[in-house]
């Protein structure tokens, strides 16, 4: 059955702070693996990954996927309050018919 | 540009009635997900559409159903509300159906009371 696991599950940091979201996955025939951040509503994209080893990036944000060992991580350096959020990661199944998702990250900072 | 609108953002609704949902896509995606997220988790997947026909379908009863307009707007249909249906519900709307970012809308918070 296709499962992804994030962790941890939440996160307290202090403005300034680096933090790292960790995200490993089970999925029969990889495509893709997505990031996104919600903070009210609507999951906000950020990333999508799909071969190895290649670094995303956008401001403060980056992402890089490992498929041999079957996960991804979501970098935030000098976080900002406005990065209080929960952050999801999704997986593409098999049929390319869905995402499936983690329970996410909720990430606090204070400031 | 505008990007995925759902309505209504909110709605409140009483055991057994029946409740449409309804989602715009960004204009020229043709493909539309529809996803239920219960509080503390990750949204989990009900059914995709793709050119009108339905693509994909998750594990849900029969009580949950959609379809796909020509315009590639969306309903999602649900009925025989339970308590357990309150949740957010999701619309995300992508070009393709595979290797492609979704892009979500603003939900539909509903409430069975």
């Known amino acids: 059955e296709d499962k992804v696991v994030q962790s941890p599950l939440s996160l307290v940091v202090h403005e300034g702070d680096t933090v790292t979201l960790n995200c490993s996955y089970e999925?029969?025939?990889?495509?893709?693996l997505l990031w996104y951040k919600q903070e009210k509503k609507a999951p906000t994209f950020l990333f999508m990954l799909?071969?190895?080893?290649i670094e995303k990036k956008s401001g403060r944000l980056s992402s890089i996927l490992d498929k041999k060992e079957l996960f991804s991580i979501l970098n935030i350096t000098a976080t900002q309050t406005g990065d209080s959020a929960v952050y999801l990661c999704a997986v593409e199944n098999q049929a390319g018919t869905a995402l499936i998702f983690g329970k996410g990250t909720t990430l606090s900072v204070s400031s | 540009d505008a990007g995925v609108t759902q309505s209504p953002t909110h709605l409140i609704k009483t055991r057994g009635q029946h409740v449409t949902l309804r989602c715009s896509p960004i204009s020229g995606h043709k493909s539309v997900s529809w996803y239920q997220q219960v509080l503390g988790q990750g949204p989990q997947f009900i059914f995709q559409y793709y050119e009108k026909e339905e693509r994909g379908r998750g594990n849900f009863p029969d009580r949950f159903s959609a379809r796909q307009f020509p315009n590639y707007s969306s309903e999602l249909n649900v009925n025989a509300l339970l308590l357990g249906d309150s949740a957010l519900y999701l619309c995300?709307?992508?070009?393709?159906?595979?290797?492609?970012?979704?892009?979500f809308g603003q939900g539909t918070r509903l409430t069975v009371v």
């Open positions: 799909t071969s190895s080893g």
């Open positions: 995300a709307s992508s070009l393709r159906t595979v290797n492609t970012e979704a892009f």
């Open positions: 999925v029969t025939n990889f495509r893709s």
